[in-house]
């Protein structure tokens, strides 16, 4: 694990998500609730709708293209679609966002 | 030639036995039916509803006169028999005798009636019937009730009248209410949910006598400790009991009910007794559940197909609206039985299991009862479950490690699983008729009865047509508005209304919402009826929105956006259209002209909207609104101005309508159109409201569509001004505002609730002025530039990623 620093929590709106650029393409971090954070791939499997721009509810979110639901514990597609989102490690330290660099391709700084 | 039938009583078990026996053969019988009252029959079920204001009586008949007639059965409404000749094989009427086959008897119960001093004073009711529950319905707010009684039915009735704005005291003689089917616990929690509705709740109390006022209509009731309860109504809700008296006079066997054999047949061979008039085994019958399966047997009995009727375990649910319990098998405690028990008192969610053995015999849960019926199952089943034991509690979505979520615990019950109780209808039965064509829910109810009657399970079907059906299912109108909850559209929003709920919070935790904060169908909802029922109190919430309206741009396929700015009634500068060219050029976004009259451009990348929006403000153009749920755009032509058929100044009025209403959100998009005269080139004949010109005036059409489908508008109204013609308009405007159902269309709304009712509404002349102030009222809140305030630096960051960790990994 390397720990890299992307933001303060309140950089995401509560039930929203933010974009993070990174080697491996697009991060989504969803804030689901006050001091929830999920990372995941931002494309779609379907139809690589943006996932940073659907409703995020529960542990969920739905793409705004054609209302794909992924867990974002497992990045599992939820119903009948089948399909998976990459997941990455990501947590708070207070109110900063922690994102593992190593699992988002980046090598580490040391 | 046919048999002659008769059957007593026109009640929802002979109804139901009449369905199954005319749908499995229509000419095996010749039926008469005998009913005291002078109507058919209704789902009594729903009479709770009714009483809250939830459904009106028409939604809950179930077999008129009419619908027997169609059926070939001769009714004998309104009038009573007064004897059965089991020798003769005749039964009379008050009209007169009629020979019979077969009979049926079917005369239900009677409520029971306490016999205190007192009980025959005006305004003692029980709760049995409409007529009870018309009384109950018409004491209405400022009145005071007393309910005796702390079971299922009382409470009904006591939080139906609450609702209604009269004070209620429930009186119990019991330590806590529903002790048949709840434990102390649970009844806690119940008897607080009840409070907080405004319920004064009395256990343990035993009422002594009704007092009288100087007319002779109740006034007090007084408990043995001496305490008076002042009261308008009294309502006896203690319990049923089958009404035998004509079985009894007919020299049949009569216990406490009607005694019959497992083929219903009484014990006389050629009458057959079923409902809430019989005993069977020793028990007699109250719930719906088992009555339906009296009717599936006594039908095939009559057929001479053989059929036995066994006593199943029933499960309990109560309608009452924000008290969310349930209740199934035996929950006392005993030798060798185990509980296990969850409580999250935030939530106010309490859960206990029995166990005996390896064998789950009861449940009783509050305020989180999804998995229900799954517990049922394993009650009914005697499953065993030991290897699931340390999970149990938290339900079949737990069973395997996968997450919470309503389509996994439905996903999850076996086929056998019951999921409507009332109709005893299974999740295969359920999952057999989807794969036969049933593809929602009203062709599910058709096909297998499931939800048909009392509804609470209407959400686990839905769940499972979700779960088979997929993508494919879309939840219709006045079905439950997601998997989140059992409440329709319509529901909600009378209930954000009247409980006067104003935020989120308050309808998830009120309204029972099973999930967290609900999902990607409800919220956008709740978020619209919120905001359009309470402007000044509730706060729109962005994260709430679909994209587009978030990021108020549409989202193409590729994750670039359309901008498209106003261009009032469709006219435009010079000035405008240069900015508009460079945005174009300078964005490299491609130009099309649209329908509504406009000017879209494409492929604008998310970070670029708030610089092309702060380019487009600088020349005085704002957010054309092409993504919303809201006001669309106002297409005019160019009228009296300039055309030499105009009749109007169409091109004013459409820019003074427009600068009206723009920034309102609305159930759904809403566009305009308003032509100079009937030649109608602004196709206004085909838009939510269209305005054509005539030399008299103007000519108000609304409920037109031309998209999936294609309709022309119908007349509203005529008027001679172009004030009232933009008073109408913003009037229909905001009645379509607080009535909708979140994405209904005003055609499709106006269908619903009648083109009739629309114009009564506005025609009266306050109501329409009440209206107008209503929707300027909300437009102080809601008339501002979304783009201006998005354009700011500030704000406009957050279009841009959080972070980018690409750049450091180049270095």
Redesign the interface.
């Known amino acids: 694990m390397s720990w890299?620093d992307?933001?303060h929590i309140d950089?995401?709106?509560?039930?929203?998500a933010?974009?993070?650029?990174?080697?491996v393409g697009?991060v989504a971090?969803f804030r689901t609730?006050e001091a929830e954070v999920f990372a995941a791939s931002n494309a779609c499997p379907h139809?690589?709708?943006?996932l940073s721009?659907?409703?995020?509810?529960?542990?969920?979110v739905?793409c705004?293209?054609?209302?794909w639901?992924f867990?974002l514990?497992?990045g599992e597609a939820?119903?009948?679609?089948e399909g998976r989102i990459a997941t990455y490690p990501v947590r708070l330290d207070g109110d900063r966002i922690l994102?593992d660099?190593h699992a988002?391709?980046?090598?580490s700084a040391a | 030639m046919a048999k002659k039938l008769i059957v007593i009583g026109a009640g929802m078990a002979s109804g139901r036995m009449l369905e199954h026996l005319i749908d499995a053969n229509p000419d095996a019988y010749d039926i008469t039916l005998f009913n005291a009252e002078p109507r058919g029959n209704y789902n009594r079920l729903m009479l709770s509803p009714v009483l809250s204001g939830e459904k009106t009586y028409e939604e809950i008949v179930t077999h008129d006169a009419a619908w027997y007639e169609e059926r070939g059965v001769t009714c004998r409404f309104g009038e009573k028999v007064v004897a059965i000749d089991t020798e003769k094989k005749v039964v009379t009427g008050e009209k007169g005798a009629l020979p019979y086959d077969k009979l049926v008897i079917a005369t239900g119960s009677n409520p029971f009636i306490i016999p205190l001093p007192g009980h025959d004073l005006q305004g003692v009711i029980p709760y049995r019937d409409l007529e009870d529950t018309e009384a109950m319905m018409a004491l209405g707010a400022g009145k005071r009730a007393v309910v005796i009684g702390g079971g299922l039915l009382g409470l009904e009735a006591a939080a139906g009248m609450a609702a209604r704005g009269t004070e209620v005291d429930v009186v119990h003689i019991m330590g806590h209410l529903m002790e048949r089917q709840l434990d102390e616990a649970a009844g806690y929690l119940l008897r607080r949910s009840l409070t907080e509705k405004g319920i004064r709740v009395h256990c343990k109390a035993n009422s002594k006598q009704i007092l009288s006022d100087a007319n002779g209509h109740v006034r007090a009731l007084q408990l043995d400790d001496g305490t008076e309860l002042p009261c308008d109504l009294l309502v006896m809700a203690v319990g049923i009991r089958p009404s035998t008296a004509l079985g009894k006079e007919a020299g049949l066997e009569v216990n406490r009910g009607i005694v019959v054999d497992d083929h219903m047949v009484t014990s006389n061979p050629d009458v057959l007794a079923l409902g809430e008039c019989v005993e069977h085994a020793g028990a007699i019958f109250g719930l719906v559940a088992p009555l339906y399966d009296q009717a599936k047997v006594l039908a095939k009995t009559l057929l001479g197909e053989e059929a036995r009727f066994v006593q199943k375990e029933v499960a309990t649910k109560l309608k009452v609206t924000g008290c969310d319990l349930f209740s199934a098998g035996d929950f006392a405690e005993g030798e060798g039985r185990e509980d296990i028990v969850f409580r999250d008192p935030a939530r106010g969610v309490y859960k206990r299991l029995i166990l005996e053995g390896n064998r789950l015999i009861g449940a009783v849960m509050y305020g989180d009862t999804a998995d229900g019926a799954w517990f049922h199952g394993l009650i009914k089943d005697a499953t065993e479950v030991e290897e699931m034991r340390e999970t149990l509690i938290f339900g079949p979505a737990y069973q395997g490690g996968a997450a919470a979520d309503p389509m996994a615990a439905v996903a999850a019950l076996p086929r056998d699983a019951e999921i409507c109780g009332c109709n005893g209808v299974c999740k295969g039965q359920i999952e057999d008729a989807i794969n036969a064509g049933a593809g929602d829910l009203g062709a599910v109810r058709a096909t297998t009865k499931a939800s048909a009657s009392c509804g609470t399970c209407t959400g686990l079907v839905e769940q499972i047509l979700g779960a088979t059906l997929g993508d494919d299912f879309v939840i219709p109108a006045a079905q439950s508005v997601c998997g989140c909850t059992d409440l329709s559209h319509e529901d909600v929003r009378r209930l954000i209304k009247s409980q006067e709920l104003k935020s989120q919070e308050a309808v998830w935790q009120e309204l029972g919402w099973t999930t967290r904060n609900g999902c990607h169908v409800c919220r956008p909802a709740v978020n619209f009826y919120l905001l359009a029922d309470w402007p000044l109190d509730y706060v729109d919430d962005p994260q709430s929105r679909f994209v587009n309206e978030r990021n108020h741009a549409n989202i193409q396929k590729d994750g670039t956006y359309s901008v498209m700015p106003r261009m009032w009634g469709g006219m435009t500068t010079p000035q405008e259209l240069m900015a508009i060219a460079q945005a174009a050029e300078k964005y490299a976004a491609t130009e099309k002209v649209t329908g509504g009259q406009r000017i879209d451009l494409l492929g604008v990348k998310k970070e670029d909207l708030p610089a092309i929006w702060h380019d487009l403000n600088e020349a005085g153009m704002v957010s054309g609104h092409a993504y919303t749920k809201g006001l669309r755009t106002v297409k005019t032509c160019v009228g009296s101005e300039w055309c030499r058929f105009g009749t109007q100044d169409s091109t004013g009025l459409g820019i003074a309508l427009e600068r009206r209403l723009w920034g309102s959100w609305t159930p759904h998009k809403v566009k305009l159109g308003v032509s100079g005269c009937p030649r109608n080139c602004a196709e206004a004949t085909c838009k939510d409201v269209g305005i054509v010109c005539v030399d008299s005036g103007f000519q108000i059409g609304v409920a037109g569509a031309a998209g999936m489908d294609v309709k022309e508008t119908e007349r509203l109204v005529d008027v001679p001004t172009e004030q009232e013609a933009i008073e109408w308009t913003v009037a229909f405007v905001q009645l379509y505002r607080e009535h909708a159902k979140y994405l209904d269309r005003p055609y499709k709304w106006v269908a619903k609730v009648g083109l009739d009712w629309v114009k009564e509404t506005l025609a009266d002349a306050a109501e329409r002025q009440a209206l107008v102030e209503r929707f300027d009222l909300s437009q102080s809140v809601y008339q501002k530039d979304p783009w201006a305030e998005r354009a700011k630096p500030e704000v406009a960051r957050r279009f841009h990623p959080l972070a980018d960790l690409t750049l450091e990994a180049a270095e």
């Open positions: 890299i992307i933001g950089d995401i709106p509560l039930r929203g933010r974009l993070v650029k990174t080697p697009c971090i609730a139809k690589a709708g943006p721009e659907g409703i995020v509810h529960g542990q969920k739905t705004p293209l054609h209302n639901v867990d514990n497992t939820q119903g009948a679609d994102l660099g988002v391709g980046k090598r």
